[in-house]
């Protein structure tokens, strides 16, 4: 435009037309690129910060929920070391969960003797048998754990939890939690006490004639003890025992996050105290 100010040949003229639009493209690209990069940029970081409050966010109802499945376990506690506690009774229901409220939300809490579950370790081994094969309904899978456990029984090695019978692949299917619901490893005990037994550790024990299976199961569940006396007499140590394990278990839920936590407890009675063995998330 200003080519005839500088009295340039229209050669010249041209080439520097050229150049200077090249020059101004260059700046246009570079001007679209920065702003593209700050954009992203822009973006990552409100995402960073919506992803880092919604986290927050379940962080706070995970912990709150925490913390009152805690104070259930604590409630369950008190209940097992007070005479005349009023939750007391609806714990040992066992046909539901007893309901508690604290804090404004409401808490889940169960209150199981392990003294009703065969212990793996120590438990009759006709009467360990027997309930494997009850519960486990694959035979083959049923077969062998039982050679598993006799394995373990002849070089004396314990098992530290009721999953660890089984396979890795199966300690997180329901096949575990059927398990956990009549085996335990903690009480050291042959037998169980029929108080507290379900019906199928019952039924699966060696010796029983038949139909006195459904009378000891119907003695059980009109928690008439004298009914309970003859078969307890008979069969001694395998209906005999008497232990103060408890497993307390509590679930709470804060705003959809919902927490299961357990703890074994050992209860003595006579002092009136209670030892915590364990105190846990749930394994699902």
């Keep these: 435009m200003f080519c005839w100010i500088r009295r340039l040949t229209s050669a010249e003229c041209l080439f520097e037309e050229a150049h200077n639009n ?9 001007v679209v690129l920065v702003i593209g990069v700050v954009s992203a940029l822009v973006v990552s970081l409100t995402m960073e910060v919506r992803s880092s409050r919604a986290n927050a966010s379940t962080e706070r109802r995970l912990v709150q929920a925490t913390a009152l499945a805690d104070a259930g376990l604590v409630r369950a506690i008190a209940a097992l070391e007070t005479s005349d506690d009023r939750l007391w009774a609806r ?5 539901e969960p007893a309901r508690w409220r604290f804090t404004g939300g409401d808490v889940l809490i169960s209150l199981v003797p392990e003294t009703g579950k065969v ?41 530290e939890t009721v999953r660890g019978l089984l396979d890795p692949d199966y300690r997180a299917s329901p096949l575990a939690r059927d398990l956990e619901a009549v085996f335990t490893v903690w009480t050291n005990l042959r037998g169980v006490d029929p108080r507290f037994a379900p019906p199928i550790v019952l039924r699966q024990l060696p010796g029983l004639q ?17 009914e309970l006396s003859p078969f307890i007499a008979r069969f001694g ?3 005999g025992a008497k232990r ?10 804060i705003e959809g996050v919902t927490v299961r936590r357990e703890a074994l407890l050992i209860h003595n009675p006579g002092t009136r105290t209670t030892w915590i063995v364990f105190w846990r998330d749930v394994i699902d």
Excluded: K
Excluded at 131 to 149: F, H, Q, S, T, Y
């Design 119 to 159: 212990d793996l370790n120590s438990g009759d081994p006709d009467l360990v048998v027997n309930l494997l094969r009850a519960v486990v309904e694959d035979g083959a899978v049923a077969e062998r754990l039982v050679r598993r456990l006799d394995a373990l029984r002849r070089t004396r090695q314990d098992l």
């Design 22 to 30: 090249d020059t101004r493209g260059f700046v246009l690209l570079s």
């Design 237 to 239: 140590p395998l209906l």
């Design 244 to 253: 103060p394990i408890y497993r307390a278990q509590a679930e709470a839920t």
């Design 210 to 226: 038949e139909g006195e299976a459904e009378l000891l199961v119907q003695a059980r569940d009109r928690g008439v003890y004298a």
């Design 91 to 95: 714990l040992l229901n066992r046909s």
